[in-house]
């Protein structure tokens, strides 16, 4: 079983990249973020041409979650357990189009698009940091629930973990995405149960290349996107690939599919 995530920064946009890519991937689940769409808006003729349904959650232009599968979608649900929502002053909070699970061949996946967090002491980096401890928490109580679940959170984390994941940590100082909460947070997950399947296998390398300043001819990119395991989906990984050439070419979103290949 062949499964990926991947940001692809508006789907009506970039229909023709996603589906050229899939008609060559041999994936089985395509967990996608930021498709920036209502269902109805969804391009879903195109993947349904290469044999795949696409099942979604998208409320508006902003965020979306989505996975395009060969395999059945089972137990689908959208958002998780007292998944915090967000508001500007003066509005009643909303929930955003940010999580989706479903179930597939007995494998728990969840597209996640996790808040960007804008700036250190803005409004939406308390945001993020709420949305990740409920995660973490929702994702805690699936495993006491069902210990054995194979299971994968997949998204845009919007943080780099490691100071390698950047280009240059030096240039992140009073940034987002590697400040001291958000590292807390993202290493809660370890604390449950989940590790990033990938690195073991794929140490370095970026996810996420900004289209400003020549940053991806340069290699200024982040590694942001994850797929992170329970104990055991992890023993089930038998390849991983971060797919930098999709990076390349015509009208490229700026992140790239991040894939974990499962033995049966």
Known sequence: MRIATWNVNSIRTRVGRVTDYLSRANLDVLAMQEIKCKPEQFPVAEFEALGYEVTLH???QWNGVAFAHRIPAEDVEIGFAEMPAFGKPGKEPELEA?????????????????????ELGDPHYDYKLEWLDRLAAASAEWLEHEP???LALMGDFNIAPLDEDVWDIADFAGSTHVSAPEREAFEVFEQIGLTDVVRPRVPTGYTYWDYQQLRFPRNEGMRIDFILGSEALAERVVAAEIVRDERKGEGPSDH???VVELAD
């Open 256 to 258: 790239v599919p991040v």
């Open 148 to 150: 054995g679940l194979p």
């Open 98 to 118: 940010r999580a989706i699970g479903a179930t597939f061949n007995g494998v728990r996946l969840w597209s996640l698009y996790i808040p960007n967090g804008r």
């Open 58 to 60: 998208g409320l508006n």
